[in-house]
């Protein structure tokens, strides 16, 4: 990886992104299934083991796509809990997230943009401001909270919309950690990252 003073910028920076994303997200793909089943209940574990996502009342999270991490029980855990459930919706016109409460992830989930699940457009809308923890999905991940994210720039145009005091965190398999994620200085970092072996970092505390 490079150095401090080598850190690309431009072009290179983006090629050096999308670079990563491609290896990534072929890497992830080869995982197996069965291994994957497992490593994504021991993540949910651990993040329901986090100071902060006991503490909070309203949470956003999202649903898992492709070969991502299985986050969808951390959604039944955290409506079992009496936490608010938010997700997030494409709007393709603003080319923002709107945030949706859920209460039934049977009814109120269905197929949404380029096929990522979603909550239906019957469910209320929540201002991002009240949101107290948001789990961030990304490509990969380093141990000083940089994240390289899919590319549709949707977390980077939202995350700065959510309260100072609201937990950034991001779950990950083991692989998706790196030495360092291609980044430029105002990409925002993570404020905690697991994996299903540890608590990679972890700014807000630990239970």
Known sequence: ???????????PLREAKQAMR????????????????????????????????????RVLLNVPFRSEWDAAPLIERALARGKEV??????ETSRMLDLRRIADPAADIVTGYRGIP??????????????????????AFDREGGRLGYGGGYYDRLLPLLSPRAARVAGAFSMQIVDRVPSAPHDIRMDTVVTEAE?????????
Request: aromatic share 4%; hydrophobic share 45%; glycine share 4%.
């Open 1 to 11: 990886m490079p150095t401090d003073h080598e850190t690309p910028v431009g072009a």
């Open 118 to 139: 979603e909550p239906v457009e019957r469910c209320p809308r929540a201002d991002p401001a009240s949101v107290d923890w948001v789990l961030v999905p990304g490509v």
């Open 199 to 207: 608590i990679v970092v972890d700014r807000k505390g630990r239970s």
């Open 22 to 57: 491609q290896a990534m997200a072929a890497a992830r793909d080869a995982l197996d299934p069965a291994w994957r089943k497992r490593a994504s209940a021991a993540l949910v574990d651990r993040m329901t083991s986090l100071a902060a996502f006991a503490g909070a009342r």
């Open 86 to 91: 938010l997700l997030p919706r494409v709007d």
